[in-house]
Nanobody, 132 residues
Framework: QVRLVESGGGSVQAGGSLRLSCRTY??????????LGWFRQAPGKEREGVGT????????YYIESVKGRFTVSQDDAKNTVYLQMDNLKPEDTAMYYC???????????????????????YGQGTQVTVSS
């Protein structure tokens, strides 16, 4: 059973940076058909996929609004996936969740970010607040 534990949230001013970490338990970085993702949800808004990386191609995919500012990476040896967030904007303020999709064999791509229900495991979330 997969378990995810996020850390690294906080409060920063616009233009600042934060790095979120997600320690994974029970997740295989080598089994094809698995993906890790970062989703966020702001008050009163729907959950939004930010970035994802899958074992099939190990290529990170992002939503347009964070391209060039956010970077998803993973360290297999540490069983950890990261979300580096640079040039943060007030609209990035949200609860951020680490998520996992396991044994689904979906085709990797940014389209996954529009389908949060495919990610069946979520961490507890970590708050990111960006002030102007």
């Amino acid at each position: 059973q997969v378990r995810l534990v996020e850390s690294g949230g906080g409060s920063v001013q616009a233009g600042g940076s934060l790095r979120l970490s997600c320690r994974t338990y029970g997740y295989s970085y080598s089994t094809k058909g698995n993906c890790l993702g970062w989703f966020r949800q702001a008050p009163g808004k729907e959950r939004e996929g930010v970035g994802t990386i899958c074992t099939d191609d190990v290529i990170p995919y992002y939503i347009e609004s964070v391209k060039g500012r956010f970077t998803v990476s993973q360290d297999d040896a540490k069983n950890t996936v990261y979300l580096q967030m640079d040039n943060l904007k007030p609209e990035d303020t949200a609860m951020y969740y680490c998520t996992a999709l396991s044994n689904n064999h979906v085709r990797p791509g940014p389209w996954l970010l529009a389908h949060p229900s495919l990610y069946t495991t979520y961490g507890q979330g970590t708050q990111v607040t960006v002030s102007s």
